[in-house]
């Protein structure tokens, strides 16, 4: 009851004027974001988190949330219309989507992508409330080492997810380790790598790294392979702009899944570093092997629909958890809310729990809400939203740089800022060109400081005996988790090569009457 009267807390903050107008703002951006080709989510998130700095916190994470969760939606739209995914996320939907759209049933695959993405939006967001307060409660016994931890396994998760290289993925985040280094030791005030440079004595800013790496990178890697101009496949489709919903029948004869994609989302999703793209092509790949429809899918087949979509959006509740209770982003989108928490003094956890219990239930409200929202906008925007498709993708990428420069600028009125934000741009485009993940080296510029933060604290506190953190039981194990998860992908790949390499016996064709003989191995 306790929850509950918390949550409802929470939803009458969100009915205030003001957070309920952030929160309309929040989800018409976070679709529009979605819907166009130019931008992803996680950008677009980046681009809104400089314009919180002003705004007091609860609006600034109501504004934040409901572009996350309605982002999580927009894409889908282009997917199944157009054939063109909006998000990573919205792939596996042009598979089964726009197979049902060339078959003139557009306006029941969207009704599908919009009952899935409710129903695995509200399922995750009712998980996420009934287990943040029971991990938060275990997480407050944590000390240094335990803390230490979970951000050494939250930053190795990172790089487990971040491509297909693993050692582009390690690279890209010693990089944004050894740029979280950079200015002034907090625990003994020494100088690192600032070079004499004032304004690099007080950090580099990872607003910074994340606005220039995603935002100008993205705009740069757009303007080396030439911006679309052409007519986008689908868009004689103004007939078809509407949403019309299966029946309860039809529903409940793909029951399975719901309850496959709702559930691989939230599981998926509280993994540090996951997210929704991983979410909806692990969803995706289960109902392929274990689906009834299994071989319909890939033909228009609603299941795919379901199983993506409702994947997709039920990550962000479960994307939450391990961000509220123990200050590890889930996701790329969590990273920059993460981000707006430290911008506004307040650093998630166990203790939020206690110190800030009517901010962490107006986050629980506002993803209620933006779900319930999402939907209502999705329906009902679909044409207005669809005709954002027609502006010229060269004069929406000179919008993002601009809002990237004014944003930096804003935050601390520096114009050195301008400068670093440029230079991280050419590294997000580097980054990209020659295939090495970006999500590393951002959130090694966030959880860097965490980490030897945490360390610095534990070894002061245990007289630099660092093997306290492998004897106490709760960090050993989570520490033994993040070595295993750091060197399993390395041994399978290596024992792949071995078997590649390994000679195959070839039997021979023996003369009639023979035994039957072989080559040596």
Known sequence: MEVLAQLIGGLANIFTPVNLM????????????????????????????PFTYKMGVEPALILLTAMYVSGTYGGAITAILFRIPGEPMDVPLLWDGYAMTRKGQAAKALGYSL????VGGLVSAVVMVALSKPVASVALSFSSPEFFAITVFGLVSVVALGGGSMVNALISLCLGLLIATVGVDAMYGAERFAFGINFLQDGIEFLLVMVGAYGIG???????TGFASEAKEGADLGARFKTAFPKLAELLGIKGAFIRGTATGIAVGVVPGAGATVSAFVAYGIES????????????????????????????????????????????????????????????????????AGLIYTVFAAVFV?????????????????????????????????????????????LSDLYVIAIFGLVGFLFERFKFPIAPLVLGTILGPLTENN??????????????????????????????????????????????????????????GHATTSLPK
């Open 115 to 118: 009952v899935a993405a409710l």
């Open 218 to 224: 993205e705009v740069l890697s757009r303007l080396q």
């Open 455 to 512: 360390f610095m604290t534990t070894m002061v506190s245990f007289n630099n005996d660092w093997t306290v953190l492998f004897t106490r039981p709760i960090s050993g194990s989570i520490l033994a988790l993040a070595i295993l998860g750091l060197f399993y992908p390395m041994l399978r790949a290596a024992w792949r090569r071995a078997r590649a390499r390994k000679p195959v016996a070839m039997p021979l064709t023996p003369p009639s």
């Open 289 to 356: 092997q274990y689906g009834k429809d299994a071989k319909q899918l890939g033909s228009g087949a609603p299941a795919g629909i379901v199983a993506a979509k409702s994947a997709a959006t039920a990550s962000v509740g479960g994307a939450l958890v391990p961000l509220l209770t123990m200050g590890i982003p889930g996701s790329g989108a969590t990273a920059i809310i993460l981000a707006a928490f430290l911008l506004h003094g307040i650093q998630p956890g166990p203790q939020v729990f206690v110190s800030s």
């Open 22 to 49: 952030v929160m309309v703002i929040g989800l018409v951006l976070g679709m529009l974001v979605a819907v166009l080709p130019g931008l992803t989510l996680v950008m677009g998130v980046v681009l809104a988190l």
């Open 370 to 414: 933006a779900v319930v929202g999402m939907c209502v906008l999705g329906y009902f925007a679909i044409k207005p939203l669809c005709k954002v498709l027609d502006a010229p993708e060269a004069i929406v990428s000179a919008f993002v740089v601009v809002f990237c420069f004014i944003g930096a600028f804003a935050a601390r009125s520096n």
